[in-house]
């Protein structure tokens, strides 16, 4: 139940991250709403299974959650040169990092529970839970967009084949990550494996900035700024690995 729970959930933080994307761009949405997440997940993810050493984890969290907080101000710098910020991406972006925060501890409760779920039955009953979902959420968001007017299902359809190739590899590439994690969570325990695993804001990040030019024409402060959000994330997940115990 809590991993079917945790994959309706996953769900919906998916939908309003990719919302985020379209709102606020992916330089900004991926550290705000993962790096959120990897803050709150790895204190969560440390209670239900207290692997690791607590003050480097701590520490590690420390230094991601002011990478967020450095973003964020980059973000800001930025809109308010530009005159087109949205603070409802951002608060998609915050409401989707809380969500996904809640599905390491309650994976981790699975993974350690007697008789606890392998972390291939998790993947699947995990999947299968974001698969049967994804239609009323889809519905939901249709009619009450965060962006644009109310759509319709058959404007699907409009959409290349490219473009739908796209999302389905993006889907089958997240799915084998969050696979590999929940492996991973065996070995060292949940809280580090979701730390390192959510380590793709970085990627993220570099995409945003450098192949869709989304900080083109910023102001120099905020470059400065997402420089030091690159030092800090880095310095944090360096912080999180060293943190397991030999």
Known sequence: VLTLLSGVIWNVANVLLVNGIALVGMAV????TI????????IAGYLVMPRGNPTLLAAGV??????????????SSAAAERKQGSRKGLMACLFAGILISTVG????KALSAKPQLS????????????????FPILYFFM???????????????????AQH??????????????ALTWTAANQV????????GQANPLVAAVWGVFAWHEFKGAPRRSKLLLVLMFALYVAGLVLLVSSRRR
Not at 62 to 74: G, H, K, R, W
């Open 143 to 161: 009619r009450h967009p965060l962006e644009g007017s109310p759509t319709r299902a058959a404007g699907y359809w409009k959409g290349t084949v």
């Open 189 to 196: 325990g949940i809280a580090l494996a979701m730390a390192i």
């Open 105 to 108: 501890p309650a994976v981790g």
């Open 165 to 178: 190739a796209a999302g389905f590899s993006a889907g089958a590439v997240w799915t084998l990550g969050t």
């Open 35 to 42: 790096g959120l997440s990897l803050v709150l997940s790895t």
């Open 119 to 134: 972390p291939y039955g998790i993947t699947l009953l995990f999947t299968f839970a974001a698969l049967a979902s994804t």
């Open 29 to 32: 949405a991926f550290p705000v």
């Open 62 to 75: 420390a230094f991601v959650f002011a990478a967020v907080i450095v973003n964020s101000l980059a973000y």
